[in-house]
């Protein structure tokens, strides 16, 4: 033993962590963008170099900076007329023809290198944020949503698109809803017909205004039936009733395809991701889910390489089962728990340093359907003559 002759103070810190939530709001948009013709293109290219992640943190200004062609400009328009988020933007540089472009917007690596849509894995490296609201807006044909979504699901985000079976939108709603077949994944939400405004504008606004709800109301307040601003008009007849299922709207929704409708403004019409598990067919529910995998495991990755002691086992359960108490507290679940479970865990794992810990919630459904019993009835003229009696001036 090391001679120590005094007081040796340690400060062996347990108990329940904190758990600090990243920020679900942070949209990531791919885009093209030229600087109008006989420009310098140089001003473009320092604030938005082609295939590599920039972070904004002021979207107004930064549409000065985006030039005047392709999609970006516009984009981050859409994007601030609902708020003020923090934006990843990933420039690609558009091709000769749609189909350049289209492969220019997929991308893949060269050089060590993210190119395209892929880039967007490399920004929480690069510029410390993870996008979580994903989108390609005016430029999302089925190609590039396809390879979209393997990055929406290793970033734990949400993809908007319009039901753009190829190049252009769905001519019709049999064509979206067919396109909607396509799909069967949760990270993504389908969104037709568009506004009026631009080829993409619908996708930009449901970006906008979903990050603006995450930071407003959280994660678990569904994008339908908010208003939304900016948008004057769609761009294909869709009939609404709002006590009539069987109009255009419900027909979309009944196939998991969102709408734009008219009732007091513009709002999306539609709660419903593509995936093919019922218990993630809300889009409040996927993104549930991606919000507590994130905060809890990151709030755990403190205890890794620990002595795993019964107080280490005790710190780690409850430090979920706090944090799942306040988000239902606070709205956000109707519950959660986290248990430690030894038939999970047999001594020969724990020896190994292998520990198994369960948790479970209960996300908040959006209300989807409301009936409402109308009665007529005959009973409110009971004592009508005494009423009426009581009420003359003899």
């Given at each position: ?23 679900t ?9 030229t ?42 328009a ?7 988020p ?36 490399a920004?929480?490296?690069l ?28 970033l ?19 064509d ?40 407003r ?11 939304i ?16 299922s ?9 196939d998991?395809v ?27 529910a ?18 890794i ?9 005790r ?18 679940l ?61």
């Open positions: 033993m090391t001679y120590f002759h005094g007081i040796l103070v340690n400060e062996p810190v347990t108990g329940v962590r904190p758990i600090l939530e990243k920020s709001a942070v949209i990531g948009l791919v885009a093209t963008a600087a109008p013709q006989g420009a310098d293109t140089d001003a473009l290219n320092a604030a938005f170099p082609v295939n590599r992640p920039v972070l904004i943190t002021d979207v107004r200004r930064a549409i000065g900076l985006a030039g005047t062609g392709g999609t970006l400009a516009k984009a981050l859409a994007i601030a007329d609902q708020g003020s923090l934006v990843v933007v990933v420039r690609v540089a558009p091709g000769q023809n749609a189909a350049a472009t289209e492969q220019a917007v997929i991308g893949g690596s060269a050089n060590g290198q993210y190119q395209g849509l892929q880039a967007l894995l920004a929480e490296a510029v410390g944020v993870r996008p979580r609201i994903l989108g390609v807006p005016g430029l999302d044909s089925q190609a590039v949503v396809t390879a979209l979504l393997p990055v929406a699901k290793r734990r985000g949400m993809i908007y698109a319009a039901a753009r079976p190829q190049a252009a939108l769905a001519a019709t709603i049999a979206a809803v067919t396109y909607r077949g396509e799909y069967g994944d949760r990270e993504l939400m389908l969104l037709w017909p568009d506004a009026t405004g631009w080829d993409g504008q619908a996708v930009a606004t449901a970006m906008g205004l979903r990050a603006a709800l995450d930071e109301e959280g994660w678990h307040r569904g994008l339908s039936n908010v208003a601003a900016g948008v004057t008009g769609i761009n294909k007849d869709v009939s609404f009733d709002i006590r009539d069987s109009t255009d709207a419900g027909v979309l929704n009944a998991q969102t709408t734009i409708v008219r009732m007091n403004g513009y709002r999306f019409w539609g709660s419903r991701t593509c995936a093919d598990e019922p218990y993630f067919a809300f889009e409040t996927t993104r549930t889910a991606q919000a507590i995998q994130d905060a809890i495991a990151d709030a755990q990755a403190t205890f390489d620990r002595p795993m002691t019964v107080g280490l086992v710190d780690i359960v409850e430090t979920a089962n706090a944090t799942l108490r306040r988000w239902t507290t606070q709205g956000r109707i519950g959660g728990r986290c248990w430690y479970d030894p038939a999970a865990n047999p001594a020969e794992a724990l020896a190994a340093g292998q520990l198994v810990i369960d948790y479970d919630f209960t996300p908040v459904a959006p209300m989807e359907a409301l009936t409402l019993n109308q009665r007529i009835t005959a009973k409110y003229y009971s004592g009508f003559g005494d009423a009426l009696a009581s009420s003359v001036t003899r």
